[in-house]
């Protein structure tokens, strides 16, 4: 188990330009939009994927997309554009379900959402935006490239089963316990916990979302004081987040 | 919409005693872990489900319950305690799976979750705990007795479809917009956003777990600074994220 801080801030940074552009010095932006400041090294530092997809330029011209047949006919049944389901197929291992107008896919990621993280908003008409090619990885550069190394975590918001409402998760994570596992600590009683997995990643991300909106403008947000849930070492990232499908008792078959 | 504040705080109180009673003051012994100081009127305390259940006296001893026909078939099959089960089944509208020693739940609140939230961590050997009877009744009741009237949450951690570790969400809350319904919002590009809805109540819930830990006895955390998230009204609670079982795409059926 880590320790758990006593207390921690969350601070959403300065707007980051409207547009970036693949290859943008993300870090760069990131640390003008702390105003200059470099981030303390058990600060964690929250990027809403989209930045970072744009930046990475995992951006489709949806006029360029020749959709195949099984688009075309996802496309119909889904009342779809077919080239946006194109994308969506080209992101995706399976389809979970697809019903009234949703696919739910996992992604080659592994992730399970609407759409495979296929997304139209706040990009420009016409294109979509992919999830990165590799989340952990692309947290690993930023947070190579940001002063005194705080975590990084890139994060979505996923649709939930049961429930209302997305949460912000992470689908990528460096420098982060990404769980806390508290199996095999005494309980008050003194009784062994014996299923207490935390995803603390993923509430790092939600913690983030709540000093955003999706639409000022400012997808990176610092959490402050996370004590010795950051890590030197890079460690596994989010992927260690993703449950085999073989394992999941929750989900859609 | 509610506008994001720009930045917040989370901290967690200071331990409650280690066993709480039925009868007990929750709201006395929540001011007095705040050092006897008033919550601001933005505050959300955020109080771990069990305290509350302890507190109104949702605790069962196992050695006064008759398990049924089917607790003894489904305890045999899953190798649980025949009385636990029933306890469990007692709490459940619908099983949705049983499988490898789990039993995923939809509880008669409508929360789907392991054991519809039956759990015997954190509580007398011999004994466990249930969720609060209507866990939203149990917030707008803390928050009136709270002065300033700060906004309530009553969290429990939860497992996921596909992935890995708990997250800690609302199963109760008053005075929080349990939602931010950015839908109609014009995005970056002047696009109108068409799925955004996001789970605050569960991001508070997460949020507040990253400065606490399950055995350490402080299962109450401020967050401040919430701004217009937190409103007069006690609003329609926790119980309006829970999606109704026809209208949902990603769980197991």
């Known amino acids: 188990m880590a320790s758990a801080p006593r207390a921690l801030t969350v601070r959403a940074l300065a707007p980051l330009p409207a547009e970036i552009a693949p290859g943008d010095d993300l870090a760069a932006l990131i640390t003008a939009a702390n105003g200059g400041a470099t981030f303390a090294p058990d600060d964690a530092v929250v990027v809403s994927h989209k930045v970072i997809s744009k930046a990475e330029g995992a951006l489709v011209d949806l006029a360029t997309v020749t959709p195949s047949a099984r688009a075309v006919e996802?496309?119909?049944?889904?009342?779809?554009?077919?080239?946006?389901?194109?994308v969506i197929l080209d992101q995706t291992a399976e389809i979970i379900r697809a019903e009234r107008g949703v696919l739910i896919c996992r992604s080659v990621h592994g992730f399970v959402s609407a759409n495979a993280g296929v997304d139209q908003s706040n990009v420009r008409d016409g294109w979509c935006v992919t999830l990165p090619v590799d989340p952990d990885a692309s947290a690993r550069r930023l947070r190579a490239a940001l002063p005194a190394r705080p975590a990084v975590v890139i994060?979505?918001?996923?649709?939930?089963a049961w429930r209302h409402g997305q949460a912000e998760i992470a689908i990528g994570a460096a420098g982060l316990s990404v769980v806390d596992d508290q199996r095999g600590d005494l309980d008050r009683e003194g009784r062994e916990m014996r299923a207490t997995v935390i995803a603390t990643a993923d509430h790092v991300a939600s913690a983030a979302d709540l000093v955003r909106h999706k639409t000022s403008g400012q997808p990176a947000?610092?959490?402050e004081g996370l004590g010795d849930a950051v890590t030197t070492d890079d460690g596994p990232g989010a992927g260690a987040l993703v449950r085999a499908a073989?394992?999941?008792?929750?989900?859609?078959?």
Do not use: N, Y
Request: proline share 3%; no cysteine.
């Open 155 to 160: 994060a979505d918001s996923f649709g939930r």
């Open 74 to 86: 996802l496309a119909a049944a889904q009342d779809k554009d077919p080239a946006l389901i194109q």
């Open 246 to 253: 073989d394992e999941d008792l929750f989900g859609a078959r």
């Open 221 to 223: 947000v610092v959490v």
